[in-house]
Every structure is written in structure tokens, then in C-alpha cells.
């Protein structure tokens, strides 16, 4: 392979930093120069963000020293969010931020494949029926020939499917085949051409108290036959325990409320060996034990690990510089090595670490947040040697420059950078294309497995550093000072000249009156002019047939109307807004993803939204909405034609909630919202005074009070996932199903992700249930929607996913939901 893809594709699988600038201390710039000693690498692998064993990865990359990566199949696309709205890829977006941010705290990189985390699924079978089983594990072994892993750790098991999520016993059972499909040459062969075939020396699976039903039953198992690691480590040049810092990484998955408390003192992780060679010396285990890890590993090498034992044994913490002339003449024996993984992955860590000890700092600072493709770009540059090593700024990317960096004297100036033509928009390269339920669309093979958004304007500081040439690039960034959080850096994202967001992405038609659309216009650059159409199917009316917009200033919008008639037969289509500006047509909307624990995000996707012509009759006006975790379903609520109200804890008082016809309980409202359990009463005594409650799933985790309900119910975690499962009516006539909308099975097509989950396993008899359906080869589940008088009102309770269906337009779904709302009308 062609040393120049090989040093490609490093870069790309390398160790990704945040925005701003790594500013190590003495002693982290030791922690670094320790792990050039040790050349040997691990993965692990599973299905979702927050899978991973923070605690593992901690010990492998702090205390092994090892290379350590995780490749997540799937972004967690298809959960739950705790922080915000976004759902499905949006919810992806967020979720990968949280794991490049775990990874900067406990040291590992982040992987994944193009696997689409579509929701529950109980089997791997029916898995691998959605996601599209060879190109993930194409992906897989892609990772692997690339990281070049000598061991590989499973978070889950492959021999229990139906144990847990169908996805983890998937990530499992393909890992097992990509461990020898990776070191198979005839195997993807075209991969070849850019990577080279691997053959890792051993497979675990990492066992867990999970698999033994609880953690006493766990204690009280023989765990002689699994290999025993002490991962109770104490890091005194980190000043934080093993568990300290995996506690820091796993709160970094925020939208999943993982938020974790630190340890200190003896921890054991459990790893059974499930391919490779055995292990001779059990006591004092070495998982790498066999695998030579030291610089003999690489022809050539031994002096060069010599030498950086050297350079640790006369390391200076209150100088680092002085390491700097031993540091270069290391770099140098790396460079005269042949080609190979180790020379081009410890070249790069011997730049960054020179200039760590160097004090150097480069930085290419750009004027505006975003830009245009075709426009011009002033990027304002520094650099700035802090020690008494001479060094020599020789070019920035093509210019020359030929500055003495002094000690401690600052330089800086400005640089243009012309932004091409067709340079390509800011935005996760993973949802540029349409994919399936299952997989992401991803056609160049090279971004494969990268975490993050590909963002190539850089600047190429070239650096002469003790008459050594070295190439730093530096990604251009945007940075400001705010009043209160003082320096603040952001991506620079490239933008489209004009984007458009239609203001309902659903909107809901119960008659034939026609309704106002409204759509945003967004300048990405001045002086944006040109003309807007709104694009439904034949039968649905829209007029005018385009409205000319002017905007002058970049960042200026303006709203426009277009009329709308629906057809008179029910109808779900998709409606799409398209600019023209030059001739040119723009058809994006920009979502930004703005949350303080993660880089901000620039998302770009096709400005479209559901467009859903149901007969929808609706009883009862006013409703009381109590937000949980975070949905859509006020908005979907409206419209239907309901006023929305969305409350608080504080706004739970009598004589505040007798003004409204229903109070509907947001998802996991119950295991998120403290307070509740001091307004429980207040809301049973709404009910029972004559008005209706309908609450939405709460998992099992912890409650904030036991009775959720007038009358006891456990929740468990039955779901039917098949979103298609079809539906029995257990009492037909029941009202539920009548009032004010007649429903039938049909109301139950369509359906997106899974029809429900979290459902009741045990119910008082004073509830009835109205519906069953199931999972193929699986028995009837009959508490999807319970139904209880109380008192005077109705109290209802549903796993039904609402949380997905309403806001994706789903007819039937609003049918349903107003016949619950209108139970005590």
C-alpha cells in the first residue's frame, strides 16, 4: 500500500480533538510520552453510545497504555432524548458528540459503522433483517484492518440471543466473524488497495453482573474461568482514580441522563476468552501477554524504545523543553523505519508531544462563523514558541514565511483562503444521502468508521523545530469572547446560500378548508435574491405558485405564505420547499444542534415536512401539558386543533387545572421529574373531581412515586416492537374506540420505529384494557392503553409510542389520541 494513503487513512482513524486548542500540563505530557513505549492496540465493540465499558477503555489506554478504540455500531439514533426534542437522526447527531466527548476523557477513539439504530429489536435476527448484515460487517472488519487491534472485547454476549436488545446480541455475533474475515486477503478485497488484512490475537467477552440476573447472584458465581483485571487504578500524574475518569466519560451521555459518580479503591472488570491463545500467567495478567507491545515489535526498533525510556528516566516536569532535542532525534529514528502502522501512528504522536514540551501554539482563527462556498475567507493565524528551542516558521500552506519564533513572542497575522466553487456543505457526511430503516448511505469507503462531520479547511503550519521540518495542520476554527464564558471557540461550518424550514413539520388537515403554510428564508451571504416554491403531489392544492424573496444582509430572514387544500380523500404526503436564486436551486434546511457539554452542529437536510389529510374529530378544547423527558406532542396536539398549555410543577393546584378539559403526562414524566411526587395527589383529585388524565410511558427505572396510577399497576419492560404488529380490539364498543372517531385497523398502519413500549406487566382490575397486539412468537400484550374510572374522570395510561407516531404525521395515531383525551367528554 502507498505510504501516503496509509498515512490518510491514520490521520482519518487518529485521536480527535476538540475545537479548542489542547493545552496539556507537564504531567499529562508525560502520560503522553509513556504511551510511546508501548506499541499494541484494543476495540471494543458493541451496538449503541453508552454501551461501553468506560471503566475498560480507562484502564486500557491509562494503565496498559494501549491504543484504544470503540466502535459503536450504530450512532443511538433510535432512543430517547433526556435534554431536548430531537429524535432519530438528529438524536444520532447528538449522541456521537457525546461519545467523542467521552473519549477525550478516558482516552480511547471513537468508530462507527453505517448501522441505523432503528429501535427496540428483541432478536438479532430480526436485526440483521433491518440492518443489512454484510455491509456492517464490511464495516467492521474495515475498522479493524485499519486500528489494526491485537485484542478485541465484546460488551455483549453471542451465544444469548433474546437475552437483551436484539442489537447487542448482533454486535456480538458479528464480531465473531469479523475477527477472522479481517486477516481473510480474499475477503473485500478493494479494501485492500487503502488498508492492509489484520489478524487480532484474541476475542473476550466482557461479563457482567447483567447476564447473572442481579449483582448478588453475580457474587455468589465462580468467576475462576474468566480472566480477572484489577481496574481500580490510581493515575497520580492524572490526580484521578480509573473509576474517577470513567465517571467523567460516561456523564458525558447527557441526553440519556447517564450522568455517573466517581469511585476510588479496588474494581474488577470480568473479560472470558473467547478466541486466541490461552493465558500462561493468570496471576499476573497481561491481556496482551504473547504480543510483543515493545519497539521490537518494529524492525529497527529496539534502540528507538531505549530511547524514550531514556527520555522519561531524565524528564524535567518544571522544563519539558529540555526532552525536546531526544524527543526529535527519536522522531527522526521513526522516520528512517520502513512504512508500517506503528511508524506512521508514533510519528504522529512524537509531533504532537514536541510540541507540547515546545510550548508551541498555532491557531488559524477565522472572521465569521460560516461561509458560502465561492466566497473568500480571512483567517487571522498565531503562533507562538513558549521555550528556548529554536524554531522557525517556514510556510502557512503555500505562503512563505520564514518567522523565528522567539521565546514567548507572539506572532501573528492574516491569511485569505478562497472557499472552492464545489466545496461541500458542513454536515454529518453519514445523512447526505437517502439510506434504508436499517443503514446509513455512505458510498466513499474511506469515511467509513470516521465519528464526526468531515471538516477539511486547514491551514498547513510548516514548523523547522531544531533543524527538523514538521507539518502541522491546523483546522480553521471560529472563536469569540462572551461576557460570560469568556473565550468561546465554534466550528466554522460551510453553509448554502440560502436555506428555507417550513414552520409545522406536520401539518394536520381534518377538513376542507384550505390553511396557511409558512416558510423561512435564511441568507447565508449577502444580497440573496430569487424566488420560493412550495411542492406537494397532484390533488393537493397550493397557490401562489412562487413568492420572490429579497434578503441583502447575510443571516437576514423573512417568512413568506403559501395557501394550502387538501385533497378530500385521507392522504399522508411530503411537501418540500425549493429556492431559486441564479438559476440555482436550494432545497436544505439548517437545523443547529447548540448544547453546552458538545460542540455545536451544523445539520443539512432536505426541507421538507408531512402534510396528513385525516378525518380527526376532536371533543374538549383545552389541554394541560405536562413535559417530561421532551417530545413534539404539544405542537402535534395543536394541530389538532386543541389550545395547549404546557405547565409545570408549580402550576399543579386545583384551582389551575380545573379550567381544562384533559392534562396529558409527557414521556417519562415519572422518572424524571422530582417534584411530581408532591403533586401526585393534585392530579388524582383533578381526576377524580370528573377531569381526564392521560398519561404517557415511563420506563422502569426509578419512579418518583410509587403510584403512578389511582390503582396499582407495575411497569415492565414488555413492548411490541413491529410497528406493523397487528392490533386486536378486546372490547369493540368500548368508547375509546368510538368516540369521537370510529376506529378501525387501519388507524393502525403506518406506524413508525415500534407501536409501543414499557408496557404494564400486572394491572388492578379497575383498569380496562382496550387493545392487544404482539411480536411474532410472542403472546398477546393487552396493556398498551388502560383505562380506569375514578371517581368522577378518566385516568388513562399508554406505552403506545404517541412520542413517535404524532409528530411524524401518523393519522390514525391522532384518531386515537383524541378518543383518549375525549373519554370524559
Not at 502507498?2 to 500540563?25: C, D, M, N, R, W
Not at 525536546?324 to 529514528?333: C, D, G, S, T
Not at 401539558?625 to 399543579?652: C, F, H, K, R
Request: glycine share 8%; hydrophobic share 35%; proline share 5%.
Amino acid at each position: 500500500m502507498h505510504k501516503s494513503l496509509l498515512y490518510a487513512l491514520l490521520l482519518i482513524f487518529g485521536v480527535s480533538h476538540a475545537q479548542q486548542p489542547e493545552k496539556p500540563t507537564s504531567a499529562e505530557i508525560y502520560h503522553k510520552i509513556e504511551k510511546l513505549n508501548f506499541l499494541g492496540s484494543a476495540l471494543y465493540l458493541a451496538a449503541h453510545p453508552d454501551d461501553e465499558n468506560t471503566r475498560l477503555i480507562s484502564y486500557l489506554a491509562n494503565t496498559s497504555l494501549a491504543r484504544t478504540g470503540y466502535l459503536s455500531l450504530t450512532r443511538g439514533d433510535g432512543g430517547q432524548n433526556l435534554i431536548g426534542t430531537e429524535l432519530r437522526e438528529l438524536l444520532g447527531v447528538i449522541r456521537t458528540q457525546e461519545l467523542i466527548e467521552a473519549r477525550k476523557i478516558d482516552g480511547g477513539e471513537q468508530f462507527f459503522s453505517r448501522a441505523n439504530d432503528f429501535g427496540f429489536s428483541k432478536m438479532p435476527n430480526e436485526t440483521l433483517q433491518i440492518w443489512d448484515k454484510e455491509q456492517v460487517l464490511q464495516d467492521m472488519v474495515w475498522v479493524i484492518r485499519n486500528f489494526q487491534p491485537d485484542v478485541i472485547i465484546t460488551r455483549f454476549d453471542h451465544r444469548s440471543p433474546g437475552t437483551t436488545h436484539g442489537h447487542h446480541t448482533s454486535s456480538a455475533m458479528l464480531a465473531q466473524e469479523a475477527f477472522e474475515l479481517a486477516q481473510d486477503k480474499n475477503y473485500e478485497p478493494n479494501q485492500l488497495k487503502y488498508t492492509t488484512a489484520w489478524a487480532p490475537q484474541r476475542l473476550f467477552f466482557n461479563v457482567s453482573w447483567w447476564f447473572f440476573g442481579g449483582k448478588e447472584n453475580f457474587e455468589k458465581a465462580d468467576k475462576s474461568k474468566y480472566v480477572n483485571i484489577s481496574t481500580g487504578s490510581y493515575y497520580p500524574l492524572l490526580g484521578k482514580s480509573n473509576q474517577e475518569i470513567a465517571a467523567l466519560s460516561r456523564s458525558r451521555h447527557k441526553s440519556q441522563g447517564f450522568g455517573s459518580t466517581g469511585e476510588r479503591g479496588e474494581d474488577m472488570e470480568y473479560l472470558e476468552l473467547i478466541k486466541g491463545p490461552d493465558f500462561k500467567d493468570r496471576k499476573n495478567l497481561n491481556l496482551f501477554e504473547g504480543i510483543d507491545t515493545s519497539w521490537n515489535r518494529v524492525k529497527g526498533g529496539k534502540a528507538i524504545g531505549d530511547a524514550v525510556a531514556a527520555i522519561m528516566k531524565n524528564y524535567d516536569f518544571k522544563n519539558p523543553s529540555a526532552s525536546v532535542p531526544a524527543l526529535i532525534a527519536v522522531y527522526n529514528q521513526v522516520m528512517a523505519l520502513e512504512d508500517g502502522y506503528w511508524k506512521w501512528q508514533k510519528t504522529e504522536e512524537l509531533k504532537e508531544i514536541i510540541a507540547d514540551c515546545s510550548g508551541l501554539y498555532l491557531e488559524a482563527v477565522a472572521d465569521v462563523q460560516s461561509i458560502t462556498p465561492g466566497s473568500t475567507l480571512k483567517v487571522k493565524w498565531e503562533a507562538i514558541n513558549r521555550s528556548g528551542i529554536n524554531i522557525t516558521l517556514s510556510n502557512i500552506s503555500t505562503q512563505k514565511m520564514g518567522i523565528s519564533l522567539k521565546n514567548n513572542q507572539g506572532q501573528s497575522g492574516e491569511y485569505d483562503v478562497k472557499v472552492p466553487d464545489n466545496f461541500a456543505y458542513t454536515s454529518p457526511y453519514w445523512l447526505m444521502e437517502p439510506g434504508t430503516a436499517g443503514m446509513y448511505a455512505v458510498n466513499d469507503l474511506k469515511k467509513i468508521g470516521i465519528p464526526d462531520i468531515i471538516r477539511n479547511l486547514n491551514l498547513l503550519f510548516t514548523v523547522d523545530i531544531n533543524g527538523t521540518t514538521f507539518g502541522f495542520p491546523k483546522q480553521i476554527v471560529y472563536k469569540y469572547n462572551d461576557p460570560v464564558d469568556g473565550e468561546v471557540y465554534q466550528p466554522l461550518d460551510i453553509i448554502p446560500a440560502v436555506t428555507t424550514r417550513i414552520a409545522n413539520k406536520v401539518q394536520l388537515f381534518t377538513d376542507d378548508d384550505s390553511q396557511t403554510v409558512s416558510i423561512k428564508i435564511k441568507a447565508g451571504k449577502d444580497n440573496c435574491k430569487g424566488s420560493l416554491r412550495f411542492e406537494l403531489p397532484a390533488g393537493w392544492e397550493v397557490t401562489p405558485a412562487s413568492i420572490p424573496f429579497d434578503l441583502k444582509t447575510k443571516g437576514s430572514e423573512v417568512t413568506v405564505e403559501f395557501e394550502v387544500t387538501a385533497p378530500d380523500a385521507p392522504s399522508e404526503v411530503t411537501g418540500r420547499s425549493i429556492a431559486t436564486m441564479d438559476g440555482r436551486e436550494y432545497d436544505l434546511e439548517q437545523t443547529i444542534i447548540n448544547y453546552p457539554h458538545i460542540n455545536i452542529q451544523q445539520v443539512l437536510l432536505p426541507s421538507t415536512a408531512k402534510f396528513t389529510r385525516a378525518n380527526v374529530r376532536i371533543k374538549g378544547k383545552d389541554i394541560a401539558y405536562l413535559m417530561g423527558a421532551g417530545d413534539n406532542v404539544p405542537a402535534s396536539l395543536e394541530q389538532m386543533g386543541y389550545n395547549v398549555t404546557l405547565i409545570g410543577i408549580g402550576d399543579l393546584s386545583a384551582e389551575k387545572l380545573k379550567k381544562f378539559d384533559a392534562v396529558v403526562v409527557g414521556i417519562r414524566a415519572y422518572n424524571v421529574l422530582d417534584g411530581l411526587a408532591y403533586k401526585q395527589q393534585t392530579l388524582l383529585d383533578y381526576v377524580h373531581q370528573g377531569g381526564t388524565m392521560v398519561v404517557q410511558y415511563n420506563t422502569t427505572g426509578a419512579l418518583t412515586t410509587k403510584n403512578v396510577g389511582p390503582y396499582p399497576f407495575r411497569i415492565s419492560r414488555d413492548r411490541v416492537t413491529e410497528e406493523d404488529a397487528q392490533v386486536t380490539f378486546i372490547d369493540p364498543k368500548h368508547p375509546v374506540l368510538n368516540y369521537p372517531n370510529k376506529l378501525t385497523e387501519a388507524d393502525f398502519k403506518g406506524w413508525v420505529q415500534e407501536q409501543g413500549l414499557y408496557y404494564p406487566d400486572e394491572w388492578a382490575p379497575e383498569y380496562t384494557p382496550i387493545i392487544s397486539s404482539h411480536d411474532k412468537g410472542e403472546p398477546d400484550k393487552k396493556s398498551a392503553i388502560l383505562v380506569a374510572k375514578y371517581g368522577k374522570g378518566y385516568y388513562v395510561y399508554t406505552g403506545l409510542s404517541f412520542f413517535r407516531e404524532l409528530p411524524e404525521g401518523v393519522s390514525g395515531a391522532y384518531r386515537l389520541m383524541a378518543n383518549l383525551i375525549a373519554i370524559g367528554q
